[in-house]
């Protein structure tokens, strides 16, 4: 297979380094590498195969020759830097929010929605990660029985706000437990030992009294699955925990199906681990998901509450599934369809 040039613009930030490290791992296809970040991070170095390269900087003479940008920089960043991109022949796969509900863009999760790359024009929105592991999780339910309701709870790791909110949930824990304070700074209240019911940490409250992100899990579910009949409602919540977002994900199906009939669609189902022995303590935890690929799904069960209901536990690893992979994963299904052609 030929390679391909490629950039990751954002590449000294968490989901840049995993995208970096996930494109080694999976030995996706690259001729030449380029490590595209903002003037205050250029020099760096980061090792891909054996190989130091050099980070940098972000300009808008960045991507010539270039085949496909693996972008993580930031809303703004994206919005300014990927319509370049792409009028300069590469194909941008974005992880910020900026095109996600762009009607002329994809909105992606390769295992639920592959053929929507078809239709694209340079520029293809990976999800929000909550997002992501929801409907991998809801897919083949959807398809063999349809979907009229969702109703999930989040419970989201701070890794999701960026390394400086893993520092301070860090150095917060500690203070707390040495009897210290340590106000908050990033969040808009102690989050160790906390839950607070509001992502992202400001700016968050709709009109309607939903955060951004709540809103994000509605309109994103509903352009992915296409059909914007689903009613979806979302509380997303930061726990104190590093890395991996959990979810318990409620929903009302069009026809009957059983917990057992639940089971098998996802034990075969792409991307998912099926772990639901509950009698035996085994269930998905956030530290079992930490550094994995899949989508993690078990606490399968009939809601006595209603008669086509049922309730998963949904665990995947934020920066992987959530963000980096299904981002390669992307690049990976546009070479396997013939959309991707190297310069």
Request: proline share 4%; charged share 25%.
């Given at each position: 297979?030929?390679?391909?040039?490629?950039?990751?613009?954002?590449?000294?930030?968490?989901?840049?380094?995993i995208?970096l490290?996930?494109?080694?791992?999976?030995?996706?296809?690259?001729k030449?590498?380029k490590l595209?970040?903002?003037?205050?991070?250029?020099?760096?170095?980061?090792?891909?195969k054996g190989?130091?390269?050099?980070?940098?900087?972000?300009?808008?003479?960045s991507?010539?020759?270039?085949d496909v940008?693996?972008?993580?920089?930031g809303?703004?960043?994206?919005?300014?830097f990927?319509?370049?991109?792409?009028?300069q022949?590469a194909?941008v796969?974005?992880?910020?929010?900026a095109?996600?509900?762009?009607?002329?863009?994809?909105?992606?999760?390769?295992e639920?929605?592959?053929?929507?790359?078809?239709?694209?024009?340079?520029i293809?929105?990976?999800?929000?990660?909550?997002?992501?592991q929801?409907?991998?999780a809801l897919?083949p339910i959807?398809?063999?029985?349809?979907?009229?309701?969702?109703v999930?709870?989040?419970y989201q790791a701070?890794?999701?706000?960026?390394?400086?909110?893993?520092?301070?949930?860090?150095?917060?824990?500690?203070?707390?437990?040495?009897g210290?304070?340590?106000?908050?700074?990033?969040?808009?209240h102690?989050?160790?030992?906390n839950?607070?019911?509001?992502?992202?940490q400001?700016?968050?409250?709709q009109?309607?009294?939903?955060?951004?992100?709540?809103?994000?899990?509605?309109?994103?579910?509903?352009?992915?699955?296409?059909?914007?009949n689903?009613r979806?409602?979302?509380?997303?919540?930061r726990?104190?925990?590093?890395?991996?977002?959990?979810?318990?994900?409620?929903?009302?199906?069009?026809?009957?199906?059983?917990?057992?009939?639940?089971?098998?669609l996802?034990?075969?189902?792409p991307g998912?681990?099926?772990?639901d022995?509950p009698?035996?303590?085994?269930?998905p935890l956030?530290?079992l998901?930490?550094?994995?690929?899949?989508?993690?799904?078990?606490?399968?069960?009939?809601?006595?509450?209603?008669e086509?209901?049922?309730d998963?536990?949904?665990?995947?690893?934020?920066?992987?599934?959530g963000?980096?992979?299904n981002?390669?994963?992307?690049?990976?299904?546009?070479?396997?369809?013939?959309?991707?052609?190297a310069k």
């Open positions: 297979m030929a390679g391909f040039n490629v950039a990751i613009m954002g590449a000294t930030g968490a989901v840049g380094q995208m490290q996930t494109v080694e791992q999976r030995n996706f296809p690259v030449s590498l595209l970040a903002s003037a205050r991070s250029v020099g760096r170095e980061y090792a891909y190989k130091m390269y050099r980070v940098e900087e972000l300009t808008e003479d991507f010539a020759g270039v940008v693996l972008a993580s920089a809303g703004s960043i994206s919005k300014k990927a319509p370049i991109a792409a009028k022949g194909v796969v974005d992880n910020t929010s095109f996600r509900m762009d009607p002329e863009v994809p909105l992606v999760v390769p639920v929605n592959s053929h929507a790359l078809k239709g694209h024009k340079g293809i929105a990976n999800p929000n990660c909550s997002t992501i929801m409907v991998v897919k959807y398809d063999a029985v349809g979907i009229e309701r969702i999930v709870s989040t701070v890794s999701g706000a960026g390394a400086r909110a893993i520092e301070e949930f860090k150095s917060q824990a500690k203070a707390v437990l040495e210290k304070d340590y106000p908050p700074k990033l969040f808009p102690y989050i160790a030992f839950c607070i019911p509001q992502i992202p400001s700016d968050a409250f009109a309607n009294g939903y955060t951004s992100e709540e809103m994000k899990m509605v309109n994103e579910t509903r352009k992915i699955l296409e059909d914007q689903i979806v409602s979302a509380t997303c919540v726990v104190p925990v590093v890395s991996s977002h959990s979810e318990t994900v409620n929903i009302t199906t069009r026809k009957k199906i059983t917990a057992d009939e639940v089971r098998k996802l034990a075969a189902a998912v681990c099926l772990m022995d009698k035996n303590q085994k269930y956030a530290t998901a930490e550094g994995r690929d899949e989508t993690f799904v078990g606490r399968i069960r009939e809601d006595i509450s209603q086509k209901g049922i998963l536990w949904v665990v995947s690893d934020n920066l992987r599934k963000a980096a992979l981002a390669v994963q992307i690049a990976e299904e546009m070479v396997r369809q013939g959309l991707l052609m």
